[in-house]
Antibody, heavy 116, light 107 residues
Framework: EVQLVESGGGLVQPGGSLRLSCAAS????????MSWVRQAPGKGLEWVAS????????YYVDSVKGRFIISRDNARNSLYLQMNSLRDDDTAVYYC?????????WGQGTLVTISS | DIQMTQSPSSLSASVGDRVTITCQAS??????LNWYQQKPGKAPKLLIY???NLETGVPSRFSGSGSGTDFTFTITSLLPEDIATYYC?????????FGGGTKVEIK
C-alpha cells in the first residue's frame, strides 16, 4: 500500500526554523512530483510547494517564497520542507502529497505550531 | 493567481437529499479541477478529477461537471457517512488554489 509519513513538526518560536520530512514507500518515488499542502487550525486547505521528479523545478505559494525550501532525496525516498523565518500564520498541519495536479495519496499530516 | 469561489460555505440536508456545491474560477481553467472530501482530523480524499472523472473506488452518488469557469459537484443521495467538508482545487497553473470549502451536515 502506498504510504507517506510526515515527521518533524513541533512548537517553534516566531523567527525560528524547522525541517519537515516525508518518507514515501510502496511506489516509485522518483517517478512522481511531490507537494506540501497545509491547513491552519479550523481553516481550509492551502497548497505550499511542489517539486518535479528530479528536483529540477520547484514551485511555491507567494507567502513562503524566500523562506521555505522544498527538496527531495530520491535515493532515500524522502521529501523535505525546510522552513525558515517562521511566522504565526505558518501554524498549520502540513501534509505531504503525491503529485502536483491530482493528489491521490496524502500523509497523515504533521502539526507545526509557531508561538512564543 | 486564480481565485476559486466555492458556495455555499455550509449546508444542512436530510439523508437522501440531492446536494449541489458550486465552484467558480476567476479565469478559465478548462477542466483542470478536482474535488476533495475531508473528514475531521483526516487528510483530504480525492473524489473527482479533471472536473468530471470519478476516482477509482468512489461511490457513484458523487459526480462533477463543468468546464471553463463554472463547476458543480453533486451528491445524488446524501448518506450519513458523507458528512465532511468538500473542496474544489484547480491545477491549471501555479499557484495551485483551493476553494474555501463547503461543510456538509445532516439536518
Amino acid at each position: 500500500e502506498v504510504q507517506l509519513v510526515e515527521s518533524g513538526g513541533g512548537l517553534v518560536q516566531p523567527g525560528g526554523s524547522l525541517r519537515l520530512s516525508c518518507a514515501a514507500s510502496e511506489f516509485t518515488f522518483s517517478s512522481f512530483r511531490m507537494s506540501w499542502v497545509r491547513q491552519a487550525p479550523g481553516k481550509g486547505l492551502e497548497w505550499v510547494a511542489s517539486i518535479k521528479e528530479d528536483g529540477s523545478e520547484r514551485y511555491y505559494v507567494d507567502s513562503v517564497k524566500g523562506r521555505f525550501i522544498i527538496s527531495r532525496d530520491n535515493a532515500r525516498n524522502s521529501l523535505y520542507l525546510q522552513m525558515n523565518s517562521l511566522r504565526d500564520d505558518d501554524t498549520a498541519v502540513y501534509y505531504c502529497a503525491r503529485g502536483s495536479n491530482n493528489w491521490r495519496c496524502w500523509g497523515q499530516g504533521t502539526l507545526v505550531t509557531i508561538s512564543s | 493567481d486564480i481565485q476559486m469561489t466555492q458556495s455555499p460555505s455550509s449546508l444542512s440536508a436530510s439523508v437522501g437529499d440531492r446536494v449541489t456545491i458550486t465552484c467558480q474560477a476567476s479565469q478559465g481553467i478548462s477542466n483542470y479541477l478536482n474535488w476533495y472530501q475531508q473528514k475531521p482530523g483526516k487528510a483530504p480524499k480525492l473524489l473527482i478529477y479533471d472536473a468530471s472523472n470519478l476516482e477509482t473506488g468512489v461511490p457513484s452518488r458523487f459526480s462533477g461537471s463543468g468546464s471553463g469557469t463554472d463547476f458543480t459537484f453533486t451528491i445524488t443521495s446524501l448518506l450519513p457517512e458523507d458528512i465532511a467538508t468538500y473542496y474544489c482545487q484547480q491545477y491549471y497553473n501555479f499557484p495551485r488554489t483551493f476553494g474555501g470549502g463547503t461543510k456538509v451536515e445532516i439536518k
